[in-house]
């Protein structure tokens, strides 16, 4: 889709085009991963999930990604209600979404995803796995049907580790095998990849627990093995948070100093994009000049894409000029108005975002999650 419009050169390097990988994007506007738990009990993908990326792709949005998917039949699943892409009937059930998104002529990437021990829906196997038996702060989103705090997850063990890193593998091949353009590790928000990444609840004596240098160990681990599984045009990339959906207090203990080691670790593996994704927006951090997302391009030299708080277009913009990332990635700017891009660039006002738009049956007004980020606003 051509956008036009006095915004075009109101914020030109927002609707420049760019590259991802071999992937071209006819601007820098990216439709943040966001989880509705529309899928079916046993994670296919539905028709209302056509229609709401399909009204994504018309938008004139640079890159469509897909919420959270969970990556096997095991523990990866964390909400009722979530699609996977586990097994041959759901990467099949995708293929009707990404030919309604590719339709539009938009590239479409998945989010894949384990939950560890933010896990509050799971249709294959009882119980939760994480780098240590440690319960999650907070309570279950009730907006995805939770209540109460969540259950205590057992410790998993070495050869379970492996099985999870061939399963992020494995499903990136499904994904790419079935006609996504590109494929999105989430490494952040407090599920498993972020529980290894956190010092409260990674409280290993192994080489994956202690020092930074361990704590993110199992992140190379993932990343080394899906960039090994797919070819080296197709893009993949982690994304990465110091604030959890059960915690939006948590920071980086060692500050500066930590983001150098995990992004430049990322950075040694090479050939990956970085999404930092920062509820409370990118303001700088650590006492730097820059936001974890501009820390992440420094430390890495990776492509970037810059995620929160950004829907004012000329936060964005900003965002991008300032070296803060390649590209931007807007959630409830999204969520509230899929066509933003096109109607920045036409000058005419998006549609502002509210709480009760997240799900018709329910509101996020009484979640803690939500609680937690009214106050931090
Ligand atoms: C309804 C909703 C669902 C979300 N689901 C996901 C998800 O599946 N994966 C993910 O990485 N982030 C998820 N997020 C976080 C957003 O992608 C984004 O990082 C965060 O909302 C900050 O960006 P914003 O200020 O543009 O909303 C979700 C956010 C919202 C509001």
Redesign the pocket.
């Known amino acids: 889709m051509t956008l036009s419009g006095p915004g075009i050169e109101a914020y030109p390097t927002l609707f420049s085009p760019g590259k991802l990988g071999s992937v071209a994007l006819a601007n820098r506007a990216i439709v ?4 509705r738990t529309s899928a079916t009990d046993d994670g296919l993908a539905t028709d209302q999930m056509v229609d709401y990326y399909t009204e994504y792709a018309r938008g004139g949005w640079g890159l469509v990604a897909t ?2 998917t969970y990556i096997d039949e095991k523990y990866s699943q964390g909400y009722n209600n979530q699609p996977g892409i586990a097994n041959d009937a759901q990467q099949e059930s995708w293929r009707k979404v990404i030919d309604a998104v590719h339709g539009e002529g938009v590239p479409f990437f998945m ?1 894949i995803f384990h939950a560890g021990a933010v896990n509050q829906g799971n249709h294959w196997v009882e119980g939760s796995i994480a780098p240590s038996a440690v319960q999650p702060k907070g309570e279950q989103i009730d907006r995805y049907n939770g209540s109460g705090p969540f259950q205590t997850p057992r410790e998993i063990s070495r050869d379970e580790m492996d099985e999870v890193v061939a399963g992020y593998a494995a499903a990136t091949r499904r994904a790419i095998e079935v006609g996504f353009d590109g494929v999105e590790v ?1 490494g ?2 407090g599920y498993i990849m972020d529980q290894f990444l956190t010092t409260y609840t990674n409280q290993r004596t192994d080489d994956y627990g202690g020092v930074i240098e361990n704590r993110v160990r199992f992140h190379i681990d993932v990343m080394t093995a899906v960039r090994a599984a797919v070819d080296p045009a197709v893009p993949v990339g982690v ?1 990465i948070s110091q604030t959890k959906v059960n915690d939006l207090e948590y920071s980086w203990p060692g500050g500066d100093d930590d983001a150098q080691i995990v992004f430049g670790k990322l950075g040694q593996i090479g050939n990956l994009f970085i999404d930092v ?3 409370l927006g990118c303001a700088p951090v650590f006492g730097t000049d820059k936001s974890l997302a501009g820390l992440a391009k420094r430390h890495s030299g990776l492509t970037q894409i810059a ?5 004012d277009p000329a936060e964005a913009e900003r965002a991008l000029s300032q070296g803060e990332g390649d590209f931007v ?5 999204a ?1 509230a108005d899929p066509a933003w891009p096109r109607k920045i660039a036409a000058g005419v006002e998006p549609i502002p975002f509210d709480p009760g738009m ?1 799900n018709p049956l329910a509101t996020l007004a009484n979640t803690v999650a939500w609680r937690q980020l009214q106050a931090a606003e």
């Open positions: 943040s991963p966001m989880t919420e959270a989010q989430h952040a928000n994304r994704s920062a509820h995620n929160g708080k950004l829907h990635a807007l959630a409830k700017g969520l997240v």
